[in-house]
């Protein structure tokens, strides 16, 4: 069965951090990418790892946070530095068999696998 749970979510303050895991069971994905959802607006795709660890960003976040993974725990992350009240959202993380890259990685309709999502709000 295969599970995605997201945790660390909160609020902060703008210019502060929150780190977000996301803890997978069930398999051990390809790909995983974190996603998020602001009342009103689309699902945006913020970051994506390959499998041995490369990294795309949208250009939104790229040089403020940070995607990682550790493979012997099925653990998922996300650093946020330097947050912004646009960063307010709630933040999902998802997961594909596929080896993706590039930009299309960070399209939500290639995902099957979701978490329920952990809510992020800065002020």
């Known amino acids: 069965h295969v599970q995605l749970v997201e945790s660390g979510g909160g609020s902060a303050l703008a210019g502060g951090s929150v780190r977000l895991s996301c803890a997978a069971s069930g398999y051990t994905f390809n790909t995983y990418s974190w996603f998020r959802q602001a009342p009103g607006r689309e699902r945006e795709g913020v970051a994506v790892?390959?499998?041995?660890?490369?990294?795309r960003y949208a250009d939104s976040v790229n040089g403020r946070f940070a995607i990682s993974r550790d493979n012997a725990e099925n653990f998922l992350y996300l650093q946020m530095n330097s947050l912004q009240p646009d960063d307010t959202a709630m933040y999902y993380c998802a997961a594909s068999h596929y080896p993706y890259g590039g930009v299309i990685a960070l399209t939500a309709t290639l995902y099957r696998y979701w978490g329920q999502g952990t809510q992020v709000t800065v002020s």
């Open positions: 790892i390959g499998s041995v660890g490369g990294a």
